[in-house]
């Protein structure tokens, strides 16, 4: 009987092939694993005595569940509530909202998450802020859970990442 002799690489060759394949993975790994998807778990928004000039605050959590979607938002909060009720008709499913009004010297429970949260490619925080310090998007993705505190004059993000 005749055994059939298979040649194993050098170890040099072999280091390169193991190389190689560790760099082929890691380039590929968004598009081998699929998009990163939001680490946020929980969110809690305090307002403070006098917050946003003593007038009661409204905030809407975006959840994104498409780049594209993502790219179309817009990057202040008087310019998403300006736009919401068509950009809220023209992304549909693409994305959910959580909206959520607090008076001065309030705290939220813990604001409700939609069903789909865990799937959300970028969560964006829009407050209708009287003050421009408070009116920039807030980029949620990358906490797991966020403190939001609103103040006089500003709002603040706090929370571990």
Do not use: H
């Amino acid at each position: 009987m005749r055994w059939l002799a298979v040649r194993l690489p050098s170890r040099r060759a072999a280091g390169v092939l193991i190389v190689c394949c560790g760099l082929l993975l890691f380039t590929a790994g968004c598009s081998w694993f699929g998009p990163t998807k939001t680490a946020l778990r929980g969110v809690t928004v305090i307002a403070q005595n006098g917050a946003n000039n003593a007038s009661a605050t409204e905030l809407d959590f975006i959840f994104v569940y498409d780049a594209t979607s993502a790219a179309m938002l817009p990057r202040t909060g008087p310019d998403w509530f300006a736009r919401r009720a068509v950009l809220l008709t023209s992304l549909g499913p693409k994305i959910d909202t959580v909206s959520v009004q607090l008076p001065p010297n309030q705290s939220s429970a813990p604001v409700p998450l939609p069903a789909r949260y865990k799937k959300a490619l970028v969560v964006y925080c829009y407050v209708n802020f009287v003050a421009p310090a408070g009116q920039g998007v807030a980029d949620l993705t990358q906490y797991k859970r966020v403190v939001i505190t609103l103040g006089p004059q500003t709002v603040t993000y706090d929370g571990a990442q």
